[in-house]
């Protein structure tokens, strides 16, 4: 089905005059969407248990695939407050939250992180990284945009939130701390990282560690044999330990690669998956951002520490 004349008709209907009910009367707290499981943790750890945050896309789902339905749609227009990443991560949604700005409450968090430390494949607006959370100073900044945004919205939530936000951000500074530590010493190994899509340019660029993939930016696109051929290439030439599946993508094409280095005298391990543009299920390990961001950082660490 083609949604997006239904989502154009829908939002004509609201702005011709339909109002929404006043639907946080009617519930114990305030609902907020964020469009993806990442997103959503940020939020509940800033609101704590003043609201109730629900992720529009569950675990396991690839943003940059993922289609709005009906549910969406009716799900975002009654919440009383909507955030979403921004970046085109969401690329399918994006008209969806334009039109959304006209009648609801809404965040876009990356509005919190400065254009010159945004990673860029060209001068279209859709070719800006959208994986900032893999950056962790990149997605404080988004978050703290985000926390004086909320404030706005709930004025009365102030103390709470600004209590909130210092104590997760303290925990934030922790991880990073963790990590540079971490990648110090693969780097001090000259380790680099080889993984199946983009995701973690701003990981390489933050700490710096090279940082090589199959894919781009989008899992939309396809490797064809010139990208695996160049990988094997790359692979050799570092004496590669290990390569990394991804948690949202078929690990095939990388069995591929693996196979090919294989034949060329180079035995690589295909390790993971990493978790990149979802966490893991709730109450798993990789279920929150911090779990997810330290469960990553481990398995690349001891897949790569010779």
């Known amino acids: 089905m083609n949604l997006k004349p239904l989502a154009l008709f829908f939002f004509s209907i609201l702005l011709l005059g339909a109002c929404k009910p006043d639907s946080e009367t009617q519930r114990e707290k305030p609902l907020i969407v964020a469009t993806t499981s990442i997103l959503a943790d940020g939020i509940k750890n800033l609101v704590g248990e003043q609201a109730d945050v629900f992720a529009l896309m569950p675990a396991g789902?690839?943003?940059?695939?993922?289609?709005?339905?009906?549910?969406?749609?009716?799900?975002?227009t009654n919440a009383?407050?909507?955030?979403?990443?921004?970046?085109?991560?969401?690329?399918?949604?994006?008209?969806?939250?334009?039109?959304?700005?006209?009648?609801?409450?809404?965040i876009d968090v990356?509005?919190?992180?400065?254009?010159d430390q945004l990673i860029r494949s060209g001068p279209e607006a859709h070719s800006v990284d959208p994986h900032i959370w893999f950056d962790i100073n990149l997605w404080s900044k988004a978050l703290k945009h985000a926390s004086s945004e909320l404030v706005k919205w709930k004025p009365e939530w102030k103390s709470n939130i600004e209590l909130n936000s210092a104590t997760y951000f303290k925990k934030l500074e922790i991880?990073?701390?963790?990590?540079?530590?971490k990648v110090n010493e693969l780097k001090s190994k000259n380790q680099v990282l080889v993984t199946a899509h983009d995701a973690f340019a701003y990981f390489g660029k933050a700490y710096g560690l090279e940082v090589y993939s199959l894919q781009g930016l989008s899992t939309l696109s396809e490797p064809g044999l010139r990208d695996l051929t160049e990988l094997i290439q790359i692979i050799q030439e570092h004496q590669v330990k290990a390569i990394f599946a991804e948690q949202t993508i078929s690990p095939k094409?990388?069995?591929?690669?693996?196979?090919?280095?294989a034949e060329k005298k180079q035995n690589v391990q295909l390790a993971g998956p990493l978790y990149t543009d979802?966490?893991?299920a709730p109450d798993t390990p990789a279920g929150t951002y911090l779990g997810m961001f330290a469960t990553n950082l481990n398995i690349i660490y001891q897949n790569l520490l010779p």
């Open 61 to 76: 789902v690839d943003p940059h695939l993922y289609k709005a339905s009906v549910r969406d749609l009716d799900l975002l």
């Open 175 to 181: 991880l990073e701390q963790e990590t540079r530590t």
């Open 110 to 115: 990356s509005q919190g992180v400065p254009q």
């Open 278 to 280: 979802s966490l893991d």
């Open 253 to 261: 094409a990388l069995k591929a690669v693996a196979n090919g280095a």
């Open 80 to 106: 009383d407050l909507v955030v979403y990443h921004g970046l085109y991560l969401e690329g399918k949604m994006t008209e969806i939250f334009e039109k959304l700005t006209l009648t609801q409450s809404i």
